[in-house]
């Protein structure tokens, strides 16, 4: 597994911006697959967007699309979150992970998380 650390978070008004980190220790960080979550209060933990181990990939949900994008600096071993144009439903606690064991379905890393609220 790799350790995970988010930051980044806080309060912004709705229209605002704010960009997520995920730093990640480890020395195979370029090879893993990784991926922004959120949980809203009272909703389950939701897949905003995901990268590839190689960049090639990216998926993000419906709701982000557009105004979200995520990418990675492999050398500072760090993810990134630019969140665009952010609205009162972006308000969450967003989660980095890593899937780290090929053999093993689904993200078996994951921080701590930071909170984003976005006011109206």
């Known amino acids: 597994q790799v350790q995970l650390v988010e930051s980044g978070g806080g309060l912004v008004q709705a229209g605002g911006s704010l960009r997520l980190s995920c730093a990640a220790s480890?020395?195979?960080?370029?090879?893993?697959?990784m991926a922004w979550f959120r949980r809203a209060p009272g909703k389950e933990r939701e897949s905003v967007a995901s990268?590839?181990?190689?960049?090639?990939?990216?998926h993000y949900a419906d709701s982000v699309r557009g105004r979200f994008t995520i990418s990675r600096d492999a050398i500072k071993k760090t993810l990134f979150l630019q969140m665009n144009s952010l609205k009162p439903e972006d308000t969450a606690v967003y989660y980095c992970t890593a899937k780290t064991r090929p053999t093993v379905p689904g993200y078996d890393s994951w921080g701590q998380g930071t909170q984003v609220t976005v006011s109206s």
């Open positions: 990268l590839s181990w190689n960049g090639d990939s990216t």
């Open positions: 480890g020395r195979t960080f370029a090879n893993y697959n």
